[in-house]
C-alpha cells in the first residue's frame, strides 16, 4: 500500500503542497518589513475565532478566517501608531486572542471533547473535502493578490518613504498584506497549527536569503522550499506516527541550518 492509496494522506498532500505554496509566499514579504511575528499574533487571535465557532455551533474555519482578518487589521492600525502605547496594546491584542480561544472553548458545549491541540500545532489527517475547498479558495486568493500586488508590495516593505513619494497607497497596501498574512494564517492552521504557522512564513525564507541574492529569487526559492519541506515533513510524520506540524517545521529548520552552512563555506 502506498501513501497516495490512502485517501486521507490524499488530502492532507494537497493541503500541504497549497500551505507549502502561500506561506512563504507572504511571508516574504512580511521578513523584508521586519514583521516576522505578525504571523505568531495573528495565529493567537485566530484561536478566538476557533473558539466562537464552537460557542456558536458554526463551522470552525469560516469563523476562524473573520477574526483572522479582523485581526489582522487591528495589529496593522496598531503598529502604524508605533511607541509604548502601540507595544502594549499589540501585546494585549496577542495574550487575550489566545486566552479567549481557550475560553470560548471551555464554555462552549463541545468543549470538553473538542480537541484544541489539533488547531495549535496541527492536525493535517484530520483535513475533509469540505476543509480542502476553502483552503484551496484561500491559497488561490494569497498567489492571486502576490501575483497582481506583489511589485506594489515589495516597495512598500522595501521602503515606505519612498513608496509613499512615489504616489502608491501606502496604508492600503500595508492592509492587503496583513489581510493575506491572515488569509495564510487561517488556511494553514489545520496543517502545522496556529502556533507553528509563522515558522512556516519565516524559516523557508530565512533560509532562501542564505544564498539568494535578489528579493524575487528569495520569493521563488522560499516557495519551493515552503512545498518541499511541507510535503517531505509529512511524509516523515506519516512513516514516524508523529506530528505533522512539528515534522514539518523541523524540517525547515534542518534546510535552514543546510543552507547557512554552505552559505558562510563558500564565503
Not at 66 to 86: D, K, N, P, S, W
Not at 118 to 130: D, E, I, M, N, R
Not at 194 to 204: E, G, I, K, Q, R
Amino acid at each position: 500500500m502506498t501513501v497516495l492509496s490512502i485517501d486521507f494522506m490524499r488530502m492532507a498532500l494537497v493541503a500541504a503542497v497549497l500551505v507549502g505554496l502561500t506561506a512563504p509566499a507572504i511571508g516574504t514579504f512580511l521578513v523584508q518589513r521586519r514583521l516576522a511575528l505578525m504571523g505568531d499574533g495573528v495565529g493567537h487571535v485566530t484561536l478566538t475565532g476557533v473558539g466562537l465557532a464552537l460557542l456558536l455551533g458554526t463551522a470552525p474555519l469560516p469563523t476562524a478566517v473573520v477574526l483572522a482578518v479582523a485581526g489582522a487589521v487591528a495589529i496593522e492600525l496598531l503598529r502604524e501608531r508605533g511607541g509604548t502605547t502601540g507595544d502594549v496594546a499589540l501585546a494585549l491584542l496577542f495574550y487575550g486572542g489566545i486566552a479567549g480561544g481557550v475560553l470560548l472553548t471551555n464554555i462552549s458545549k463541545t468543549g470538553t471533547s473538542f480537541n484544541l491541540v489539533a488547531y495549535l500545532f496541527g492536525s493535517v489527517s484530520t483535513v475533509t473535502g469540505g476543509d480542502l475547498a476553502v483552503i484551496g479558495s484561500l491559497a488561490f486568493v494569497v498567489l492571486g493578490v502576490v501575483t497582481v500586488f506583489g511589485r506594489e508590495m515589495f516597495s512598500v516593505c522595501y521602503d515606505e518613504e519612498v513608496a509613499r513619494a512615489s504616489g502608491l497607497p501606502v496604508r492600503a497596501l500595508n492592509l492587503l498584506i496583513a489581510v493575506t498574512a491572515a488569509l495564510t494564517v487561517a488556511l494553514a492552521m489545520r496543517v502545522v497549527g496556529l502556533l507553528l504557522v509563522s515558522a512556516l512564513m519565516v524559516v523557508p525564507v530565512a533560509a532562501m536569503q542564505q544564498v539568494a541574492k535578489s528579493f524575487r529569487a528569495t520569493l521563488a526559492g522560499s516557495i519551493l522550499i515552503g512545498v518541499g519541506v511541507s510535503v517531505g515533513g509529512l511524509l516523515i510524520a506519516y512513516y514516524l506516527d508523529t506530528a505533522a506540524g512539528a515534522a514539518i517545521v523541523m524540517t525547515a529548520i534542518g534546510v535552514f541550518a543546510v543552507l547557512a552552512t554552505y552559505a558562510r563555506v563558500t564565503r
